[in-house]
């Protein structure tokens, strides 16, 4: 993982909601139903969700409303998956996006 609960900013308040995990890159995040997984990982300590396809230059989670689209990451293989406009599942495989996703099919 890219980073620590311990170095997150971000602190979940109490609540008594049941957890849940899923994978960033292998490895396993305990969140709370009805997360969004940027809120899940943030929450983690994870900070940059991609790479940009033209610089490689990484990037984090802006506006948290589904407008700016740096959140995008892979999710059970799909690629440009926006983290803030998805709640986390039991078992939900995600991984840090470097640069464009792969077009199926396609060359690179
Ligand atoms: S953080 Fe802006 S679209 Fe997800």
Redesign the pocket.
Same mark, same amino acid.
């Given at each position: 993982m890219h980073s620590t609960a311990d170095a997150s900013p971000f602190r979940r308040l109490d609540d008594d909601r049941p957890a849940v995990s899923f994978t960033y890159d292998g490895e396993t995040v305990i969140a709370r139903v009805g997360d969004s997984i940027?809120a899940a990982l943030l929450a983690a300590g994870v900070i940059s969700f991609r790479d940009t396809a033209v610089s490689g230059a990484p990037r984090?989670?802006? %506006? *948290?409303?589904?407008?700016?689209?740096? %959140? *995008?990451v892979e999710i059970d293989g799909v690629g440009n998956r926006?983290?803030?406009?998805t709640e986390v599942r039991e078992g939900m495989r995600v991984r840090h996006q470097l640069g464009a996703r792969a077009v199926v099919g396609g060359e690179g």
């Amino acid at each position: 993982m890219h980073s620590t609960a311990d170095a997150s900013p971000f602190r979940r308040l109490d609540d008594d909601r049941p957890a849940v995990s899923f994978t960033y890159d292998g490895e396993t995040v305990i969140a709370r139903v009805g997360d969004s997984i940027a809120a899940a990982l943030l929450a983690a300590g994870v900070i940059s969700f991609r790479d940009t396809a033209v610089s490689g230059a990484p990037r984090s989670p802006y %506006c *948290l409303m589904g407008v700016c689209f740096e %959140c *995008l990451v892979e999710i059970d293989g799909v690629g440009n998956r926006q983290a803030c406009q998805t709640e986390v599942r039991e078992g939900m495989r995600v991984r840090h996006q470097l640069g464009a996703r792969a077009v199926v099919g396609g060359e690179g």
